[in-house]
C-alpha cells in the first residue's frame, strides 16, 4: 500500500513561495501621515532634550557617572561572553550584509528593487546624521573621561549618540518597514524594538557607552525610521530608472541586424560583386526580342554590335595576372638543375653542352 508523504512546515513554507513569483499588489507603501508626523516631531523634540541635558550637564550626566562606577561588568560576569556576541547585532558591518541578503531575495521574488533601495537609503541617512553628530559633538567615552563629573563633550571623541544603538534599531526595523503584512510588521517592531534595546544595553554594561548615548541613539534610529515614507518617491523614481536601463540594454541586445543589401543605382560596397551593367532596373521592362533582332538587321556588313565591342576592349585591357618564377607551378629541380633566367635569356647552355671549368683544350702536338 502506498501512502503520501506528509507535508511539512517547512514545505508549505516553500509552496506557499512558490505561488508568489510575481510582485503582490496587497503591499502599500508607507506615507507620511499626520499621526507619523506627531511621532516625528515629538522623538525630534525628544532628541534635542537630551543633547540640552548632556550639554548643561544635568542630572543624566550624573546618571551616567553613577553607572559607570557600578561597573556592571564586574557585577554580572557570567553573561560577559555572551553579550560580547551579542552586541555584533548592532554593527554595521555584519547586521547589513545578512539583512541585505534577506531583502535580496525577496526583491527577485517580488520582481522589484524597494526593498534593497529602501535598505540603502536608510543606511545613508543614518551613516549622515549620526556621523555628523558624533564629530560635531565629540564626546568622550567612559574608558577615555578625563574628569569626574564632566560632560566630556567637545574633547575629540565619537560615541554621542551610540552608533551600535541606532543600527540596530534602522537594521532590524526596516524589516518591519517592508512587511507585507499588517501582522507581521507588528510582530517585526517588537522584535526590532527588542534586539535594539539589548545591543544598547549591553553597550552600557560593557562600558562603551554612556547611558544618554544609547538613549540619543534610540531616538536617532526612530527618526530615520519615522521619516523614510518623505524619500518613497525618490525610491519609486529610482528604480523605475534602474529598470529603463535595464529593458534598453535588453533591446539593444535583441535589436535585428540591419540589412546591407545595397540600394539601386547605389555604388557597390568594398567585398561584394558588383550588379552587371545588363540588370533591369525596378520598374522598368526589359527589351523585347524583337527590338535586339531589328537593332541587328539595321547594321552595316562587318560591323560589330556595340555588346561585342565593349566584350573585345575589355578582353585587350584584361592582362593575365603575372605569377613569379619561383611560385610557378611544376616539380621542385636541384640547384644543379635550375638555369638562370634574365631578360635576355639563360646565361649557360643546356649540360649537353657544357664544359667543365677544369676541362684542358685539345691542341696539335708539335711534330718534330
Not at 550639554?55 to 553579550?83: C, E, G, K, N
Not at 535580496?104 to 524597494?114: K, P, V
Not at 565591342?309 to 616539380?331: E, K, M, N, S
Amino acid at each position: 500500500m502506498r501512502t503520501e508523504r506528509k507535508l511539512t512546515r517547512l514545505d508549505r513554507v516553500f509552496s506557499r513561495l512558490d505561488r508568489e513569483p510575481e510582485r503582490p499588489a496587497h503591499i502599500d507603501v508607507p506615507v507620511m501621515t499626520r499621526h507619523r508626523v506627531v511621532l516625528f516631531s515629538s522623538t525630534l523634540a525628544f532628541y534635542g532634550a537630551i543633547v540640552w541635558a548632556v550639554v548643561i550637564t544635568s542630572w543624566l550626566v550624573r546618571l551616567d557617572w553613577q553607572i559607570m562606577f557600578f561597573r556592571p561588568y564586574q557585577q554580572w560576569q557570567q553573561i560577559h561572553a555572551f553579550l560580547d556576541y551579542y552586541v555584533v547585532l548592532g554593527q554595521r558591518g555584519p547586521t547589513a550584509v545578512m539583512v541585505a541578503a534577506w531583502l535580496g531575495w525577496r526583491s527577485w521574488r517580488q520582481h522589484t528593487l524597494r526593498p534593497l533601495l529602501a535598505l540603502g537609503v536608510s543606511l545613508l541617512l543614518l551613516n549622515i546624521t549620526v556621523g555628523a553628530a558624533k564629530l560635531g559633538m565629540g564626546r568622550l567615552g567612559p574608558h577615555y573621561a578625563t574628569e569626574i563629573g564632566a560632560n566630556e563633550m567637545w574633547l575629540g571623541g565619537d560615541i554621542f549618540p551610540s552608533g551600535h544603538t541606532a543600527n540596530a534599531v534602522v537594521t532590524w526595523g526596516i524589516l518591519a518597514y517592508l512587511a507585507s503584512t499588517p501582522r507581521a510588521r507588528r510582530w517585526l517592531s517588537a522584535l526590532s524594538a527588542v534586539i535594539s534595546l539589548g545591543v544598547g544595553l549591553t553597550t552600557v554594561y560593557l562600558g562603551t557607552h554612556w547611558l544618554s548615548d544609547v538613549v540619543l541613539g534610540w531616538a536617532a534610529g526612530l527618526l530615520i525610521m519615522l521619516g523614510l515614507p518623505w524619500f518613497e518617491p525618490l525610491i519609486a523614481r529610482a528604480e523605475a530608472w534602474v529598470f529603463s536601463l535595464r529593458d534598453g540594454w535588453r533591446d539593444r541586445r535583441t535589436a535585428p541586424v540591419p540589412s546591407t543589401a545595397p540600394l539601386p543605382g547605389a555604388a557597390p560596397m568594398p567585398g561584394t560583386a558588383p550588379v552587371p551593367a545588363t540588370a533591369s532596373v525596378p520598374g522598368t521592362a526589359p527589351a523585347p526580342a524583337s527590338t535586339a533582332v531589328a537593332a541587328a538587321s539595321l547594321r552595316k556588313p562587318g560591323e560589330e554590335s556595340p555588346g561585342a565591342r565593349d566584350t573585345t576592349i575589355a578582353a585587350r585591357t584584361t592582362h593575365p595576372p603575372i605569377v613569379p618564377l619561383h611560385l610557378a607551378p611544376g616539380p621542385h629541380l636541384t640547384r644543379s638543375e635550375r638555369a638562370s633566367v634574365t631578360p635576355l635569356g639563360a646565361r649557360r647552355p643546356p649540360h649537353a653542352d657544357r664544359v667543365a671549368h677544369n676541362a684542358s683544350s685539345a691542341r696539335p702536338l708539335a711534330g718534330g
